[in-house]
């Protein structure tokens, strides 16, 4: 557990320093691939979008630390997204192109171990909240799987 966290740690700092490009290149992404995004976030500003895609890699590294303590948050997050109309399929596909994103700009120090240790966390934040928005999809599934 201690090396996943590392691993996390070490790659968002990298990313943590760019969140203006880390918002643009998440959300281009996740719209040219996920398009039924772009009407959740029509008339969210720039600098709204920035913290939308810097809170949730945040998320994911403090998740990675201290996963039951977030657990909480993380419902109250979920209930907040369904005022959003979020779906539990929404998650993966988000979760997705939040990894394939930090990954990008982590460049050269992207590991395997960094890759697994963000993946788990995504996956365990989709599945925790899955649970509250819908039933749970198959991120939440296999996540719980992983964890039994």
């Known amino acids: 557990m201690m090396e996943q966290t590392e691993a996390i740690q070490a790659s968002l700092e990298l990313v943590r320093n760019k969140p203006l490009v880390l918002a643009?290149?998440?959300?281009d992404r996740l719209f040219r691939e996920h398009p039924r995004f772009r009407s959740v976030f029509e008339g969210v500003d720039a600098t709204d979008r920035e913290r939308?895609?810097?809170s949730a890699?945040?998320?994911?590294a403090e998740f990675s630390r201290a996963p039951g303590q977030m657990?909480?948050?993380?419902?109250?997050?979920?209930?907040?997204h369904i005022d959003y109309?979020?779906?539990p399929d929404d998650l993966k596909p988000f979760v997705n192109t939040l990894l394939m994103t930090i990954a990008e700009l982590s460049g050269e120090t992207w590991t395997?171990?960094?890759?697994?240790?963000?993946r788990r966390a995504g996956e365990r934040i989709g599945a925790t909240m899955a649970e509250v928005v819908g039933q749970p999809?198959?991120?939440a599934r296999l996540a719980r799987t992983r964890s039994d």
């Open 24 to 27: 643009e290149r998440f959300f």
């Open 112 to 118: 395997h171990e960094a890759a697994l240790a963000w």
């Open 52 to 54: 939308v895609a810097l």
């Open 85 to 87: 109309g979020a779906r």
């Open 57 to 60: 890699l945040t998320l994911t």
């Open 137 to 139: 999809s198959d991120t």
């Open 71 to 80: 657990e909480r948050y993380l419902r109250r997050l979920a209930q907040r």
